[in-house]
């Protein structure tokens, strides 16, 4: 996989809508991923988009990809404070099934 | 209940010894991967195995070995050629099959050496 960017830093007020996004360089990628990852534990698959799709919605999670520009979103509405966590991006893309993360976006819940 | 196991969740070893983590899956997977993970840099893959008796280096494999005698374990050995092994260490595992790649990962391993 090629390069996965994110933002390192989001805070967000309980109750509104967090978004992090996330590029990627390579325009073959197949499927994306949003992983989260709780404080001194493992990452667990949130959601995931295939490269045929622009949109993907599953309860309080919006995933938004836009292929033209290599941009990948992900909404989650009506935050709360179970959601503080690090959200990764990840690709695979064809014949490769290794992932590629992003750095991960740390996102901090204030009351 | 199925999942990934890994021991000890802290380990603290002395500059120049090896020491081994330990990576179990009842999932019946046929892929497993090693990662490190340290702080804003994400995760960098180290080893990774599709199958039994068979690995392959990763971005970061120097100072690092592997074993896959079993389809359920898959060790990761830093060794004292690692210059920082000091960091957060995630094994995973998959079905190795097609693009969709969804990992499951263990609760990790925090390796301090002083």
């Known amino acids: 996989g090629e390069d996965v960017e994110q933002s390192l830093f989001l805070s967000v007020r309980e109750g509104d809508s967090s978004v992090i996004n996330c590029t990627y360089t390579?325009?073959?990628?197949?499927?994306l991923y949003w992983y989260k990852q709780e404080p001194g534990a493992g990452l667990q698959l949130l959601t995931y988009?295939?490269?045929?799709?622009d949109m993907k919605q599953d309860q309080r999670l919006t995933v938004l990809l836009n292929k033209k520009d290599k941009h990948l979103s992900l909404r989650i509405a009506d935050t709360q404070t179970g959601d503080s966590a690090i959200y990764f991006c990840?690709?695979?893309?064809?014949?490769?099934?290794?992932?590629?993360f992003g750095a991960g976006t740390t996102v901090t819940v204030r009351a | 209940d199925g999942g990934i196991t890994q021991s000890p969740k802290y380990l603290f070893r002395k500059e120049g010894q090896n020491v081994t983590l330990s990576c179990e899956q009842n999932?019946?997977?046929?892929?497993m991967y090693w990662y490190r993970q340290d702080p804003g840099q994400g995760l960098r893959l180290i080893y990774y195995?599709?199958?039994?008796?068979?690995?392959q280096k990763g971005d970061i494999a120097e100072g690092y070995s592997v074993s896959r005698e079993k389809k359920e374990s898959f060790p990761l050995t830093v060794t004292s050629a690692q210059k920082n092994p000091t960091a957060f260490y995630l094994c995973?595992?998959?079905?190795?099959?097609?693009?969709?790649?969804?990992?499951?990962f263990g609760p990790g391993t925090r390796l301090t050496v002083l």
């Open positions: 988009i295939f490269s045929n799709m």
């Open positions: 990840a690709e695979t893309t064809p014949g490769d099934y290794k992932l590629s």
């Open positions: 195995s599709q199958i039994v008796n068979d690995f």
């Open positions: 999932l019946n997977h046929d892929a």
């Open positions: 390579d325009s073959s990628s197949t499927y």
């Open positions: 995973a595992s998959s079905i190795a099959q097609g693009s969709y790649n969804e990992q499951f």
